[in-house]
């Protein structure tokens, strides 16, 4: 009975969370030169992504990869197991990506450049493509964004909006 009780909490938990080809999240804004609108938690001003679950279950993003490099999909693994990489269901989160994937879990192993650039999401197998945007050469702190979120026309904000909706 326990062992049958401890199974279907594993279900009822997974059920709850968007796993496999079902992830629901799309790379919504991204920073490639910030200077001075928004830090990290060590008070740097690092490049930074923004990543959006635009579906009604919450999505871990952990195991997940992502590249700047679509040709070399597992450039840095997000590490798995731990709760905060779960992206509530309509909500963001947002990587930094300043190869100082030691400064924590959110802090990815590449940066930006402002000269324009490739970044990718793979699913945990590092084959299945998620999502990916081409972005050109960024002016310091704005940021290139979805016109709204899930809109797959692509802007420049002179006001970004990292953790929130795009306007």
Same mark, same amino acid.
């Given at each position: 009975?326990?062992?049958?009780?401890?199974?279907?909490?594993?279900?009822?938990?997974?059920?709850?969370?968007?796993?496999?080809?079902?992830?629901?999240?799309?790379?919504? !804004?991204?920073?490639?030169?910030?200077?001075?609108?928004? +830090?990290?938690?060590?008070?740097?001003?690092? /490049?930074?992504?923004?990543?959006?679950?635009?579906?009604?279950?919450?999505? /871990?993003?952990?195991?997940?990869?992502?590249?700047?490099?679509?040709?070399? &999909?597992?450039?840095? =693994?997000? &590490?798995?197991?731990?709760?905060?990489?779960?992206?509530?269901?309509?909500?963001?989160?947002?990587?930094? +990506?300043?190869?100082?994937? !030691?400064?924590?879990?959110?802090?990815?192993?590449?940066?930006?450049? =402002? #000269?324009?650039?490739?970044?990718?999401?793979?699913?945990?197998?590092? !084959?299945?493509?998620?999502?990916?945007?081409?972005? &050109? +050469?960024?002016?310091?702190?704005?940021?290139?964004?979805? #016109?709204? +979120?899930?809109?797959s026309e692509w802007v !420049?904000?002179?006001? &970004?909006?990292?953790?929130?909706?795009?306007?």
């Amino acid at each position: 009975m326990r062992k049958f009780l401890i199974a279907l909490m594993v279900c009822v938990i997974s059920s709850n969370i968007a796993i496999g080809q079902n992830k629901t999240i799309i790379i919504n !804004e991204l920073m490639a030169d910030n200077t001075d609108n928004i +830090a990290d938690e060590s008070g740097e001003y690092e /490049d930074w992504i923004e990543i959006y679950n635009y579906g009604d279950k919450p999505v /871990d993003i952990g195991g997940l990869y992502f590249t700047d490099d679509i040709g070399v &999909p597992k450039t840095f =693994r997000i &590490p798995p197991g731990n709760d905060s990489t779960i992206i509530p269901s309509h909500s963001f989160i947002l990587l930094w +990506a300043d190869d100082e994937w !030691e400064e924590g879990i959110f802090h990815i192993e590449f940066k930006l450049s =402002r #000269k324009g650039e490739q970044v990718a999401i793979f699913d945990a197998d590092g !084959e299945t493509f998620i999502d990916s945007i081409t972005f &050109p +050469a960024q002016l310091s702190n704005r940021s290139w964004g979805r #016109k709204s +979120a899930n809109n797959s026309e692509w802007v !420049e904000f002179d006001v &970004p909006t990292p953790g929130n909706s795009n306007n």
